[in-house]
C-alpha cells in the first residue's frame, strides 16, 4: 500500500502504516496555474500554505483558513484532514475552499472530482469503470440513507467522526460533489495529487484586540462572549504558554503589544481579531467590544483585568508569530519531563469549551 504524507504535523501518526509512506512535501511542490478573475489556484498536494500565501499576496489574495501550522503543513494534508483554524468561524473550513481534486486509485486509475448536476452524475454512474463504480456506490447509498446522515451525524462545523456524507449532495439533491467526501477523508478513499482550490481577497483593515485574564478557566468561559462580537477569530493562549513566551527571545518582539496590568497576575489571554475592507465598520465593532469589555472591568466580571487595541500590521504578524511559537515553547519547558503531543483536532461548541478543559485536565491529572 502507499500512504501519503504532507507535512507530519498531525499527532496521531495517520502515515505511519506498514506500506510504503509517500512524502509529498519533496517533489510535489508545483503551483501549478492561477486564474484572479475567477478566483481559483490549482497546486501540487505538496505545497506549504504559507508559500502558497507568498505565491498568492502579489495578486491579492490568500487561501483560508489560517493553521497554527502554517508554515510546514502541506495542502494534501489540510484537505485530508479538513483543516480547520483561526478564521473559520468566517472563512469556514479546507473542504469550503476546494473545488476539485486530482486523486489516484488503488488500480492506478486517475479520479478528477468537481461539483456537478446530479443528473451529470448518474450518468457517469453508469460508466463501466472504476470511476463509474464509485459514483454508483456513493450516489446509492448517500440518496438511500439521506435521512439517517441528515439525523444521526453531529451537528459540528467539521467532519472528524466519518467521511462528510452530509455535503456529498447539496440541500435540494440537485447537485453532487465527490470532492466532499475525500476531503477529510485521511487518505483513506484515494491519494490526492492535485487540487484546485477558491482563493479569497486579502481583508484591507486587520485590528486586534488582545484581552487579559486572571485566569486561563476566565478567558474559556468569555469566549462564547467574544464569538457574539462578530469577531473573525478568536485565539486562547494559557498562563503556561504565556510564561514560557516570557522567558524567549520572542516576548521581546511582543511586551510592549501585551503589557502586564499594575497588581495583577494575567494567566490567560484571548487574541480576537476582527478584518474586512470596511474600515469604519471594523472601528465600530472594536469600539462596541471595548465598551462592553471596560463595564465587565468595571463590575469585575468575567476574570477581564486589561486589554490593549493592535492595528499595526506589523504589531499583529508579531503576537500571531508568538501564537504559532506556543507548540515549541511547549516543547522546550524546562527539566526532564517533557509534554507528549497525542491529543489532536477537537470540537467543542464554544459554550461548552471552558466545562470540557476542566474536565480533560482533571482526566489527565488523575493519570499524572
Request: glycine share 8%; net charge negative.
Amino acid at each position: 500500500s502507499l500512504t501519503p504524507r504532507g507535512g507530519g504535523t498531525g499527532t496521531n501518526g495517520q502515515a505511519l502504516t506498514e506500506g510504503i509512506v509517500v512524502d509529498l512535501s519533496r517533489y510535489m511542490k508545483r503551483i501549478i496555474e492561477i486564474n484572479p478573475e475567477q478566483r481559483w489556484v490549482k497546486v501540487e498536494a505538496g505545497v506549504i500554505k504559507d508559500e502558497l500565501n507568498l505565491f498568492l499576496k502579489p495578486y491579492g489574495f490568500f487561501f483560508a483558513p489560517e493553521l497554527s501550522t502554517s508554515n510546514r503543513a502541506t495542502l494534501g494534508g489540510m484537505i485530508n484532514t479538513d483543516a480547520s483554524g483561526q478564521g473559520s468561524m468566517v472563512y469556514g473550513k479546507t473542504s469550503d475552499h476546494v473545488l476539485g481534486v486530482r486523486a489516484v486509485l488503488l488500480g492506478g486509475e486517475l479520479l478528477e472530482t468537481r461539483a456537478m448536476g446530479s443528473a451529470l452524475a448518474e450518468t457517469i454512474a453508469k460508466e463501466d469503470s472504476a470511476v463509474g463504480r464509485i459514483y454508483q456506490t456513493v450516489l446509492s447509498r448517500c440518496k438511500a440513507q439521506r435521512q439517517l446522515i441528515l439525523e444521526k451525524f453531529p451537528k459540528l462545523n467539521r467532519f472528524l467522526t466519518g467521511y462528510d456524507l452530509r455535503h456529498v449532495f447539496s440541500d435540494d439533491m440537485k447537485h453532487f460533489d465527490l470532492t466532499r467526501i475525500l476531503t477529510g477523508s485521511e487518505g483513506t478513499l484515494a491519494f490526492i495529487t492535485e487540487a484546485t482550490l477558491d482563493i479569497t481577497p486579502i481583508p484591507k483593515q486587520r485590528s486586534l484586540v488582545n484581552v487579559k485574564y486572571d485566569s486561563f478557566d476566565s478567558a474559556l468561559r468569555n469566549a462564547p462572549f467574544l464569538v457574539k462580537a462578530k469577531a473573525l477569530s478568536v485565539e486562547t493562549v494559557d498562563s503556561k504558554v504565556l510564561n514560557l513566551a516570557r522567558e524567549d527571545i520572542v516576548w521581546h518582539s511582543v511586551n510592549a503589544l501585551i503589557t502586564d496590568v499594575p497588581d495583577k497576575d494575567m494567566q490567560g489571554l484571548n487574541i480576537v481579531e476582527f478584518a474586512g475592507d470596511d474600515k469604519t465598520l471594523i472601528a465600530s465593532q472594536v469600539e462596541d467590544l471595548c465598551q462592553r469589555l471596560d463595564k465587565l472591568m468595571k463590575n469585575g466580571e468575567g476574570g477581564v483585568i486589561g486589554y490593549q487595541v493592535c492595528d499595526n500590521l506589523a504589531d499583529i504578524n508579531r503576537i500571531y508569530a508568538m501564537r504559532k511559537k506556543a507548540v515549541g515553547l511547549l516543547g522546550n519547558a524546562k527539566g526532564h519531563a517533557k509534554p507528549i503531543p497525542f491529543v489532536e483536532d477537537t470540537c467543542v461548541p464554544p459554550e461548552h469549551l471552558a466545562d470540557y478543559i476542566t474536565e480533560f485536565r482533571a482526566l489527565l491529572d488523575s493519570y499524572q
